[in-house]
């Protein structure tokens, strides 16, 4: 349990905590990694971290989870870095219109995914961020970078879920080799996948994900650390992603209730982004029928309608 | 041509307008209504009004051009507040991953929208205005419902255009049609169609459009009129819509590069909203590949460079 | 009730008529056309007519009933012999893998439909038919060429069955508005499914469905009136997409049950041709999930096991 | 080049060959399997057995060539050995109405394959084939069984392009994934493409592909050995299929224009069956957009014109 920080934040988000607490348990545990499937389901845990780097927290916010399809923005911006706006001739920016794994559109488009935040194009980051190296640097290369941003070298992977991610992949893999076929790889199939798991199963607590996060709320700069990590209009640009296509096919549905920018992951934790005030991290495993945290983007509703943060309009 | 109003931000429009000149003309004016075939492709204007009630505007601001499907914002208004939340069980809130026409969707989901900015969508929603009344009531309280967002009375709607438009619908019949099929509509396919078509054939300037829309930038409130259009709850919803779906296919791109809730029509307008800062509408007849007007896009994406204004983050 | 008319066959038929007895009623009558729906379930009839002319048949052999879809045949052989080949550059040839009424494969394939047994495919083919003449004209050459095929003039059509149709058609219309939308109809939408509402609703029964379709199997001949319809050539490529598309999304397992060729409407006829051998026409107006005749297609299966007519080997 | 036999049946194929000759290298080779893409574009074998067991050939009918997606009649054929009717729980009896390996189906049927003749349903077939034992064992059965079809111990697979389909094959990995991840697979995904890509590598001849098919044409049994095969019904059903679905989305056009079950590869291979008549193997290269021989084709267009063997009605 964590302790209260300071101030009106911190009784907003226990308020939501305690307001949330009899549905904890709610939506349904992503089973089709077996690892995730043994998480207690009636965790929950948010971390609210401002620009001055105050930290508002609840629950069980210090625990590690694994962020999954969370992670897709770190390697997105790894990416970014890496190849700048050509980024874009590999992978689209547009919603897609239907489930996370969907192969549909893939054969519509030539092998082209529509956007980095479904699982295809996150396949495609994943062989950008490579950029010639073999998994294992690839993998340390991502580790490193998210450390750094979040300022903490303790970060690191579950080897049980990456392994459980490889043994049960089948579905990206199907994607993997679909795009492989229209040469939208460049590296070898496994070797690609290899470090999509690894990324995915990344373990982080709510504090340590909104710390990461941080720096798409400051323009681009940790303020914590003091770090620029991308330019102000790149970090415009990831934020609008998010918006449009960070929850899958319930994107629409998060602008619409919670107007910030976020991105879910399968072991239920959103990250959310509110444009020059904070960065938040939620965690609560069940997720609602598009595979996002139900509890969780309840939670950043009830934040967001209470701080007045929707990047849409002022509260009332 | 407009005379200068006031100020930096009527700087920041005259430079925008100089910019762009040599490029007026590029795109491709929708031929597919042959009244809109007919507009000069080199017209621009655009008109940004502020929440203290200032006027900057530039170009061919004064003259009215087809709306089309940004008037969609205001039949959702309208029916949003005949129906309420209940909207949303006649159509969706995800973007389409898809054409602004496409059939495809609506067999996938059983004839429901995926929302009420693509054709089918916005055709569910005049079926929602209509509510038991006849075209010709339908049509009159819609028209009356923009002049009153407006402060115009001006306002009307062309009847070659809408004479136009029915014509030559037949994507939009065989959607109608296709909706119906599927129970979807509660008025005849050829009432609906008749609200649909004069809906679209709304007439307007960029600063009758910039002050229809400036509710949406008030949380609500037009500070013009003191009017409360909706709640700013609503009013954030629905610029939340406009971000997600407003741009067809293109909705993605356009939160990328404008980073502001907008909605196109393929007369070229466009209408943009800086939450608590100012209503924007820009209008160049030449569209880009998805139905969006190029120049106009080109037009918002530098004034929020200039500005700061993108909701996902600060200048620089 | 039919009397018996000569030999082996018409014990085959009887015994048919015999063990399916018990199972009439099985299947849903089709409800989506008001007035099929007040067909009694229970009706049952089946004639077969050989090439020398001899007629067996049981059931409810004379009572007429609604052919729907088994009028395809015989429009699409009236367009053939309107325009030959040049047919194909207009529809395609091929199964189309969905639903009967599926829109999905006219937007991926540009409005061409991909073959004349599918509604869309049909309605180019009512369009094909009339050439250039009235709605009336056209609709009474396609019943003065159902009579000629079968020698009977007093075939016709149902009226009320044709407002039924033109009444509910929705599907119908949004398949032929979106065809238009494309440039693959010539004539008035509204023209064209006059043509195609008033084919449907011809009213036939077994023995004059039977004799209609006997040239099919006389090598384009019919034995009876000794008639030269179309060429061996033509009738058997008929035959060959009667075979491959004639019970749509169930067109395989027809071939794969029974092996011959055959059409479906959804009022549970089903007209069928042995090749060199005989023309069969059943009715039973129970529809199996992909709305063919339940009863009829067994029936159909039994008379093919029975007789050694499959198109694809030896009777055992 | 191979010596004439005997009667007019040889006169036919002689002309065929004699005629067909100036346009040898129409089409284009398969380049997606390297080792296919090293074959003579100009090659050219036919080969006829009939139910006497009289043998009449033309061009290059002795060259062994990789026969590819033919080898799906066989292992089917195999798998309804073993698995009887249940077989149909795991693979269905449509066209696809969709290209030979097209995912999309997949999807929209929850991963059960349209027909065992598409690619999908073919990796199915393997896997049924497999019923739990090791891929070498499974390959060996194959083998074992087309040389039991065609009486020749000698016939053998091409490890040079088991080996080029297994390098190249992302395709059919992605298939195959994506049925294991809707649990449609027994066995690892690795074993079944195993099996799959070493079916598709068996090398033979026109004479001998002729003379494994030849069961399909004697209602089940092969005249020459004196073995059956199967019962005279599962001959006609494989016929069936061979005609519905042997020609991905060709089959309709196949039909239409040759009018014989028949199974093509892209090696250039195309097998079909003249039930109660002949068997018939050709070979040329060059596909057709479909995938399918071109001049292959049309030889069989001819020899059916030819012949008067279309299943669908005499000559003239």
């Known amino acids: 349990m964590c302790a209260a920080v300071t101030g009106d934040l911190q009784a907003i988000i226990e308020d939501i905590h305690r307001t949330l607490k009899p549905r904890l348990g709610e939506g349904k545990v992503a089973d089709y990694i077996p690892e995730l499937a043994k998480v207690d389901p009636e965790k929950f845990g948010i971390a609210v971290i401002d620009l001055e780097g105050n930290v508002f927290k609840?629950?069980?916010?210090?625990?590690?989870?694994?962020?999954?399809?969370?992670?897709?923005?770190?390697?997105?911006?790894?990416?970014?870095?890496?190849?700048?706006?050509?980024?874009?001739?590999?992978?689209?920016?547009?919603?897609?219109?239907?489930?996370?794994?969907?192969?549909v559109q893939l054969e519509h488009e030539n092998g082209k995914p529509r956007n980095p935040f479904i699982n295809a194009g996150a396949i495609v980051v994943s062989d950008l961020v490579m950029a010639g190296h073999t998994p294992r640097e690839a993998i340390g290369e991502i580790v490193r970078f998210v450390q750094y941003l979040a300022d903490d070298a303790t970060i690191g992977i579950d080897p049980a879920v990456a392994r459980s991610e490889a043994a049960t992949g089948h579905r990206n893999e199907a994607l993997a080799h679909f795009m492989k076929s229209f040469g939208k790889l460049t590296h070898p199939v496994d070797h690609v996948l290899g470090?999509?798991?690894?990324?995915?199963?990344?373990?982080?607590?709510?504090?340590?994900?909104?710390?990461?996060?941080?720096?798409?709320?400051?323009?681009?700069?940790?303020?914590?650390?003091?770090?620029?990590?991308?330019?102000?209009?790149?970090?415009r640009r990831i934020n609008a992603l998010m918006l449009t296509c960070g929850h899958y096919d319930g994107s629409g549905d998060f602008a619409y209730h919670v107007g910030l920018p976020g991105k879910s992951g399968v072991g239920g934790g959103i990250l959310a982004v509110a444009p020059g005030r904070a960065s938040v991290a939620v965690w609560s495993p069940g997720l609602n029928r598009n595979g996002n945290s139900l509890i969780g983007s309840l939670a950043l509703e009830m934040l967001a309608a209470k701080t007045g943060w929707s990047v849409f309009g002022g509260p009332g």
């Open 195 to 235: 470090v999509y798991f690894h990324q995915c199963a990344l373990a982080m607590n709510c504090v340590q994900l909104a710390r990461a996060g941080l720096f798409l709320a400051g323009n681009g700069r940790n303020p914590l650390t003091g770090h620029t990590v991308v330019s102000s209009q790149r970090a």
């Open 58 to 103: 609840a629950g069980d916010c210090d625990e590690a989870f694994s962020i999954q399809s969370v992670s897709k923005v770190f390697t997105l911006t790894l990416a970014l870095g890496k190849h700048g706006e050509t980024t874009w001739n590999r992978v689209g920016r547009e919603p897609s219109g239907s489930a996370f794994n969907s192969i």
